[in-house]
């Protein structure tokens, strides 16, 4: 978190994910050279923004975070529960998989295709883009940032990515430097759904008239319930001053657990 004034270490956390062939139960790993006493994996409930707990951790640094089928069942009932005690006019607005995974452009156009699917075109700074959705508006919700907080009241930002460099990049909101590589999250999705597409984007670096295009290709099959998506960043640009950018990323669901995979604490101040 750029705002913050930062002292970074990174542990590296071999991971496990108990993966049936349709369904995910939980996140179980152990966090290397870890020696802080039992903790926490803790997070901010995305309705309520309460302070919740994911799973624990123990004394070795193995750590569990169950992966709840009723997960997207909860959320909707505490986003009914919030919208009853607010002002008449008061609404929480829920992620949809065609906002989710979208090009950032202004102007969009809806073709319904005779197959059921939805051609949604976006235009702006002279691009043209299209993503094919099939239930775009399904709603989805992601586990969302976990952090690690011990007895020594140290606290890390987890990140599940190919490299440590990739970590402090997120952490920093894409204003460290980059590298190619991957990261992954996890998201519910109440029904199958699939977004295909590229956004091509000119994107300006704030030297002079340098600019870059950002490629973003788009191919998810989501399932109801527990997905992993995996961010591949596979080109960088270096401008004149050379500050890094992820210039190409592939958007991508997972069957199973990519073997380079690090989770990454990121310790904050």
């Known amino acids: 978190m750029k705002t913050l004034k930062n002292s970074i270490a990174v542990f590296a956390i071999g991971l496990l994910l108990n993966v049936g062939c349709y369904a995910q139960n939980s996140i179980i790993g152990t966090i290397e050279n870890y020696a802080n006493n039992e903790g926490l994996i803790m997070s901010y409930d995305l309705i309520t923004r309460d302070r919740i707990s994911f799973g624990t951790i ?48 202004n102007n969009e156009s809806i073709e319904y295709l005779d197959d059921g699917t939805e051609k949604v075109t976006y235009t702006g700074s002279n691009q043209k883009n299209e993503i094919i959705y099939e239930s775009g508006e399904a709603i989805i919700m992601g586990i969302p940032d976990l952090f690690i907080t011990d007895k020594n009241k140290v606290s890390r930002i987890l990140y599940a990515v190919s490299d440590p460099e990739i970590a402090n990049w997120l952490f920093y909101y894409g204003d460290n430097v980059i590298v190619k590589g991957s990261y992954l999250q996890w998201f519910f999705v109440e029904g199958e759904a699939s977004a295909k597409g590229v956004c091509v984007i000119p994107t300006y670096t704030g030297n002079g008239d340098e600019n870059y295009m950002n490629v973003t290709n788009i191919n998810l099959k989501l399932k109801k319930g527990w997905n992993i998506i995996k961010y591949n960043i596979t080109e960088i640009f270096t401008d004149v001053n050379d500050k890094t950018y992820a210039a190409k990323t592939e958007i991508s669901t997972l ?13 904050y101040e």
């Open 255 to 267: 069957t199973e657990l990519p073997k380079d995979l690090k989770w990454v604490g990121v310790i």
């Open 58 to 105: 123990d004394n070795e640094g193995k750590f569990t975070i169950p992966l709840k089928e009723d997960y997207l069942e909860m959320m909707l009932k505490k986003a009914k529960e919030v919208e009853e005690k607010a002002p008449s006019d008061g609404e929480i607005s829920l992620k949809k998989v065609a906002s989710t995974f979208m090009c950032d452009f």
